[in-house]
């Protein structure tokens, strides 16, 4: 689901955010003064992720009847589900 939205650079930038999280809490606790900046880029890269995110249903378009329509990656097969069909008894 997530290449099929592509989404892939928001799960990067997300997973960027936590890593430099880890990264200043390693850095508070041996005390080292500039580790307050990582935790200020891994907010940013929390929210900028998030919004990332939200971009694809908030910008999907909308047909006639007002339904949503999310614009996919066109080069990813998605499988389809067939319904089983029982045969009718009487």
Same mark, same amino acid.
């Given at each position: 689901?997530?290449?099929?939205?592509?989404?892939?650079?928001?799960? +990067?930038?997300? %997973?960027?955010?936590?890593?430099? +999280? %880890?990264?200043?809490? %390693?850095?508070?606790?041996?005390?080292?003064?500039?580790?307050?900046?990582?935790?200020?880029?891994?907010?940013?890269? %929390?929210?900028?992720?998030?919004?990332?995110?939200?971009?694809?249903?908030? +910008?999907?378009?909308?047909?006639?009847?007002?339904?949503?329509?999310?614009?996919?990656?066109?080069?990813?097969?998605?499988?389809?589900?067939?319904?089983?069909?029982?045969?009718?008894?009487?």
């Amino acid at each position: 689901m997530i290449k099929l939205l592509k989404l892939q650079k928001a799960v +990067f930038v997300l %997973i960027a955010g936590v890593l430099s +999280f %880890i990264a200043y809490k %390693i850095l508070d606790a041996n005390e080292v003064k500039g580790s307050i900046y990582f935790q200020t880029l891994a907010g940013v890269l %929390i929210i900028v992720g998030a919004l990332w995110l939200l971009y694809p249903i908030l +910008f999907a378009k909308k047909d006639n009847d007002g339904n949503a329509e999310i614009i996919t990656d066109p080069t990813v097969e998605v499988p389809v589900d067939e319904e089983d069909q029982k045969p009718a008894t009487e």
